[in-house]
């Protein structure tokens, strides 16, 4: 069954360092997504991506966050400057009408110490 | 600001009850998704609900949409251990994102 992997599954990082979260969508889905949950907290919406261009982003995503699809398979964000506040799993999902039936990763473990 | 309120937030129960658990908002969604959470992993999609009055069945699991779009319920009859888990609705307004709420926690007891 097809789904959306991410890589690493724990990454540990200094604060002021930068990351790149990488994921691998569904091969035939045309939206993209990051999202994030900081322990013990909802699933909080990051960006949107259609089109090679961001759809929508929340707040949250301000400008130490980007993301890129840099070939036909890969969907990376990345956080220029990372603060303690960005420890959360990040997940990445992907879906083919939109936001209905959005199919989510493992999870990315962001740890900023 | 988009809320999704679920209820209840914890749910404790024996092996063979019923259970429901709601999700209510002020908002009107295009859709609503319902995702089943295991710790440390990412959330599993289980259905989605399009149409307002819409219901949907899972095996044991029954899904409703509300007539006016804007809330919904997961009924299980007969919970099992296996259904232990953290249940999630997210609601779609417009095809960028998904509004997810808080959650509600459920144990089944054999």
């Known amino acids: 069954e097809p789904e959306v992997t991410q890589t690493p599954s724990h990454q540990v990082t200094q604060m002021g360092q930068e990351v790149i979260l990488r994921c691998v969508p569904i091969s035939n889905h045309l939206y993209f997504y990051w999202y994030r949950q900081i322990l013990g907290q909802k699933v909080e919406f990051l960006v949107s991506f259609y089109n090679n261009e961001i759809s929508e982003k929340s707040e949250i995503f301000d400008d130490q966050f980007s993301v890129e699809r840099p070939d036909g398979s890969n969907f990376t964000l990345k956080i220029r400057s990372t603060k303690l506040e960005d420890s959360a799993m990040y997940f990445c999902?992907?879906?083919?009408?939109?936001?209905?039936?959005?199919?989510f990763g493992q999870g990315t473990r962001l740890t900023v110490v | 600001t988009q809320l999704l309120e679920q209820s209840p937030q914890f749910l404790s129960i024996q092996e063979g009850e019923n259970l429901t658990v709601y999700c209510n908002s002020s908002?009107?969604?295009?859709?609503l998704q319902w995702y089943r959470q295991e710790p440390g992993e990412g959330p599993v999609l289980l259905v989605t609900?399009?149409?307002?009055?819409e219901v949907k069945k899972l095996k044991r699991l029954t899904f409703q949409f509300g007539d006016a779009r804007k809330d919904s319920s997961l009924h299980i009859t007969a919970a099992q251990p296996g259904d232990t888990g953290l249940y999630l609705c997210?609601?779609?307004?417009?095809?960028?994102?998904?509004?997810f709420g808080a959650g509600t926690r459920l144990a089944v007891h054999p």
């Open positions: 999902a992907s879906s083919d009408a939109g936001v209905a039936e959005a199919f």
């Open positions: 609900v399009v149409t307002g009055g």
């Open positions: 997210a609601g779609a307004r417009g095809y960028n994102k998904l509004i």
């Open positions: 908002s009107v969604f295009s859709s």
